[in-house]
């Protein structure tokens, strides 16, 4: 997990693309949009490192989902719905962004989701998507083998913060998604920096059961989509990736090697193919903006 200061970002960027950042987000540079979501126990600052690789030529805008970064936690969980992110996320883009302006979205693992999400109920606002490892657990037959463990985790990690034992909850997720004895070789500030948020998970969770419906929810919009994973991440969003592979109707795939977080334990592999992606759906989308509507047209699974 990715537990830096985004000041890396002001010391490395050029004076005229140092960030702006305000509670809960931060922009940096000027041009075409580029917003980014993080993953779960994360938060804006996950994406320091790609803001600096694109600030000196896109408009980066990082956002803290809710409860996390700068965000309070949800008031309740029962009625927490992924639609709450998107509103948030909807809210910042409407103060940052001119309605005229497309977007490029990258997200991981649950921001990953948040960007599908988005990219639903904003159509033909979003020029595309740059997505590790979707959490897109319905779109898996419920009697999936990969997805016991799953919900094992998630009422673990309940079952943890009801009893007040937070790195317990902490490690278990940390654990399932990093892999075995990921928590306790974590630096003690790490960990309780990721013990304080933990709270938000099981909303996470809930959150993830309730869309997509199906696979269909997925097929609506034709949006550019690169769709990366690691080949050592855990099996069931390996599953995902390949049902995601087959279903978005204008996808290219990457893997790596590298887990569930490799955007954060290795940036140097995911952020070039990020960066090359935006640039490439920037320079077809000049390309044949004299045709309203169309759309880049990419070949599945490269």
Same mark, same amino acid.
């Given at each position: 997990m990715n537990v830096s200061s985004l000041s890396a970002v002001a010391s490395f960027l050029p004076p005229q693309v140092q960030r702006e950042e305000r509670h809960g987000y931060f922009v940096a540079g000027t041009g075409t949009p580029v917003l980014m979501l993080h993953s779960s126990l994360s938060s804006k600052s996950q994406w320091t490192t790609l803001a600096e690789r694109m600030a000196s030529r896109f408009k980066v805008i990082a956002v803290d989902l809710c409860g996390y970064g700068d965000n309070a936690l949800p008031k309740a969980e029962a009625s927490f719905t992924l639609d709450d992110e998107v509103a948030l996320v909807t809210a910042r883009l409407h103060r940052l962004v001119n309605a005229s302006e497309s977007v490029h979205v990258v997200g991981h693992s649950y921001g990953a989701l948040v960007a599908l999400r &988005?990219?639903?109920?904003?159509?033909?606002?979003?020029?595309?998507?740059?997505?590790?490892?979707?959490?897109?657990?319905?779109?898996?037959?419920?009697? #999936? !083998?990969?997805?016991?463990?799953?919900?094992?985790?998630?009422?673990? %990690?309940? $079952?943890?913060?009801v009893s007040g034992h937070r790195h317990d909850a902490a490690r278990s997720f940390v654990d399932f998604w990093s892999g075995e004895g990921s928590y306790a070789s974590m630096p003690l500030p790490a960990q309780a920096s990721l013990a304080r948020r933990v709270d938000k998970v099981p909303f996470d969770f809930r959150a993830v059961r309730g869309w997509p419906e199906d696979a269909r929810d997925l097929r609506v919009s034709a949006v550019p989509t690169l769709l990366l994973s690691g080949s050592r991440s855990?099996?069931? %969003?390996?599953?995902?990736?390949?049902?995601?592979? $087959?279903? &978005?109707?204008? %996808? $290219?795939?990457?893997?790596?090697?590298?887990?569930?977080?490799?955007?954060?334990?290795? !940036?140097?592999?995911?952020?070039?193919?990020? #960066?090359?992606? %935006?640039?490439?759906c920037c320079e077809r989308d000049a390309t044949i903006a004299p045709r309203a509507g169309a759309v880049p047209s990419l070949r599945a699974a490269d």
């Open positions: &988005l990219a639903h109920c904003l159509r033909g606002r979003i020029a595309s998507l740059a997505l590790f490892e979707p959490v897109a657990f319905s779109v898996l037959e419920e009697k #999936e !083998p990969a997805l016991k463990d799953l919900w094992q985790i998630a009422e673990g %990690v309940s $079952r943890s913060l855990p099996a069931v %969003v390996q599953l995902i990736h390949a049902l995601l592979a $087959r279903t &978005l109707p204008n %996808v $290219r795939t990457g893997s790596f090697d590298c887990g569930h977080m490799g955007p954060v334990t290795h !940036p140097h592999l995911i952020n070039p193919w990020i #960066e090359a992606f %935006v640039d490439m």
